[in-house]
T-cell receptor, first 115, second 109 residues
Framework: DAMVIQNPRYQVTQFGKPVTLSCSQTLNHNVMYWYQQKSSQAPKLLFHYYDKDFNNEADTPDNFQSRRPNTSFCFLDIRSPGLGDAAMYLC??????????????FGPGTRLTVL | GQNIDQPTEMTATEGAIVQINCTYQ??????LFWYQQHAGEAPTFLSYNVLDGLEEKGRFSSFLSRSKGYSYLLLKELQMKDSASYLC??????????WGAGTKLIIKP
């Protein structure tokens, strides 16, 4: 089945220790998104790739970086995690060719704990 | 600013019908989405509306009125597994998805 996969599902890191979260997709979608979601809040868009074009949200901290080496994979790097970065990180994809193709499909998420 | 409003929490009884409302004020409109999110899990797509009217999909229906900036999600024959948060999201003129904070739906036996 075509899907969005995130690894790991749970990640524990220490304050200030870099961490990388990964996302892969078999949907062949050209757009990939990274969201941060905290409890009982809406998902917050960090950045997205339209093909190879990187789009950073204005309020995304510099501590967060992303890489998309190919169509299928996208990585979220947190250079120096703080306690406030503990959250669920969601990867999503879409075709973004108009209409219902703009529907975003989510991976299962990675829950990040910062000690 | 862009804004999406939906109730924080609703309670309903198993087997009943519940309507979750969503009002929006966004820069342009390119469609409205409803997602279901169980606790600790990712959102899953439920419905997409871009034209006025009602879209029915099994036990779930979604309605849109663009002139009123209003949508609702209607859930029929409620089951315990429908206990979840329901998020309304609007695609604005820049094709950015603007999210509501979600409505937590509690189903009681």
């Amino acid at each position: 089945d075509a899907m969005v996969i995130q690894n790991p599902r749970y990640q524990v890191t220490q304050f200030g220790k870099p961490v990388t979260l990964s996302c892969s997709q078999t949907l062949n979608h050209n757009v990939m998104y990274w969201y941060q979601q905290k409890s009982s809040q809406a998902p917050k868009l960090l950045f997205h790739y339209y093909d190879k074009d990187f789009n950073n949200e204005a309020d995304t901290p510099d501590n967060f970086q992303s890489r998309r080496p190919n169509t299928s994979f996208c990585f979220l790097d947190i250079r120096s995690p703080g306690l406030g970065d503990a959250a669920m990180y969601l990867c999503a994809t879409s075709s973004a060719r108009g209409g219902s193709t703009d529907t975003q499909y989510f991976g299962p998420g990675t829950r990040l704990t910062v000690l | 600013g862009q804004n999406i409003d939906q109730p924080t929490e609703m309670t309903a009884t198993e087997g009943a019908i519940v309507q979750i409302n969503c009002t929006y004020q966004t820069s342009g409109f390119n469609g409205l989405f409803w997602y279901q999110q169980h606790a600790g899990e990712a959102p899953t797509f439920l419905s997409y509306n871009v034209l006025d009217g009602l879209e029915e999909k099994g036990r779930f229906s979604s309605f849109l009125s663009r002139s009123k900036g209003y949508s609702y999600l209607l859930l029929k024959e409620l089951q315990m597994k429908d206990s979840a948060s329901y998020l309304c999201a609007v695609l604005d003129s820049n094709y950015q998805l603007i999210w509501g904070a979600g409505t937590k739906l509690i189903i009681k036996p």
